[in-house]
């Protein structure tokens, strides 16, 4: 009997994929935390001087020094931290005395609400925005597309957020002027999160309506597009069943790309409309010098940046099988 | 013909760089919005260079009697809590955001080309090890970095600018190196190779002048980054040091009172954005007519 010539198959790519792919995030998370511990040890100021101020006596700051375990040598520091990041002993802040993971894990929530919220209204406007444009490109709508998704992202996110705020929370009374993310009714929930999701959802639409057109300009001049038109099909369809589905694989990676933006913008978003969340834990850290909060808050961006990357590139793999033969 | 041998690299090279600026300035006037984003550029740094001799009022100067006033024939821009004048203010604002932006954007290009063009140039493991640790930095949100290095080392001028360059490092190596991976393998510097150029002189000599068109189209969207980086800084409580005024400083003071007296926040909030725009307006038209993917088309 001949055997059949065994090549890989199309499960042991897409597993070799998601491996390459993971070994890369574990990579990833080890240099970035390895930054993290560097920036809090290396940056001049010290930490236990910068909480107790230039007042302080020797005797107070060796004290804390102690407590914080910056006395110890550097390599044992490192491995210290490294271990408490993985079973999740974060240290305790320094002004609650509460763990630092508890306080985190306690506005994540609201924060991701408001980011995941913000995306989806963002592509709720890009992706039609930035279709219609790239159709009628070099006309009217075009240009005025370009034009406002250019002002768009021009905002810096507070901006938006303090001019937002004056027209329809203090001179329209539509919102309330403090989001406390913690309505009781959904309704509540709702129009607390309205202005602060507007606001770093219309940012997040002018990013993805110009990587929406972009996309769609290049698929539009492939020759499958014109092989359609040649054959007569209604353009209103070649857009919709060919193309949008093709010009969207990059779009996914806008999620991965601008994932820097949305976290700064967010953080300017809670500080504004006084939401909990990340942002406001973040600058209240630094306000009361909360060194150990400092760190902790590195680490979740941290995390969530690898993870929000990785899911990223995975998904990419799943919805154009081309990628992972790469 | 009687050139000399060893002046046939540099005759090649003075063609290849005169195209690439030629290339600049066809962009520029095929993309008449950058003209308007460079022109509204250039009237607000005249306006911060000019601060002292345009400003109606002493931008310190405090006064009980003229406080929290509206807008007026007298304070075009109203006054804020300490009866300064917010238009004189806003003048002499302009001064520390361009100051700022420029110089932390200055030394980002600096050595984040230079970054680039070593791992373009060199290529094989000196580039992926290069690339990978800007990858790196590149995955940590600017603003948190920024924010953590500006904590760490005390709110100034200097510090800032540290904080605003090493953000803003890695996409200057990332725009460096790819265009210097074509450069790289066209005649002239063959050519200087083979007359024994050192790989510094071709670097910094040959390729660079090539690229630096690129280089600095993305300057100008990276300075709107630096510029909006510094007033959320600042608007955060780590920009310059009161009573020093910076347009994002005085958006947060301006959002303490912003239920009665809206106009301590607005107007710095608009100064921003027309500042941002503009040098986003020059770069990415720029940028769509010098990319060489999109070039040809229109």
Redesign the interface.
Known sequence: MREAVKGPTHGDRMSGFVLRRLGFAVI?LF??LT?VFF??RI???DPAM?MLGDQASMQAIEQLRARLGLDRPLPVQYVEFMAGVLTGDWGTSLVSGRPVIQEILKVLPATLELTAVSLLLGAVIGVPLGVWSAVNR?RMPDYVTR?AS??G???????SA??L??VFA?HLNWFP?ISSGQGETFGARMRDLALPAINLGLIMAAYITRVSRSSMLEVLGQDYVRTAQAKGIEFRTIIWRHCLRNSMIPVVTVVGLY???L??NS??TE??FNRPGLGKL??GA??QRDYTM?QG??VI??LI??LV?LVTDLTYGLIDPRVKYK | MTTPAHDLPRSYWRTTVAAAWAGLLTAFNTNKTSWVGLALFVAVCLMAVFAPLIAPHDPLAQSILYRLKPPSAEFWMGTDYYGRDILSRLIHGARISLFIGLVAIGIALVIGSLIGLIAGYYGGRTDIIIMQSMDVLLAFPSLILGLIVVAMLGPSVTNLVIAIALTAIPPFARIARAPTMTVKEREFVEAGRSLGYSDLRLMLGHILPNILPEILVMGSLWLATAIRVEASLAFIGLGVAPPTATWGGMIREGFENILDSFWLALFPSLAILVVVFALNLLGDGLRDAIDPKLRGES
């Open positions: 990833t240099a970035v930054l920036i809090v940056l001049p100021g910068a070099n034009l250019l002002l992202l021009s905002f810096p996110a507070f901006v303090v001019l705020l004056l203090i002027v994932l820097g933006i976290i700064g953080v300017l500080i504004v973040i600058v630094l306000n400092l808050m590195m961006y941290t940046v690898v990357n």
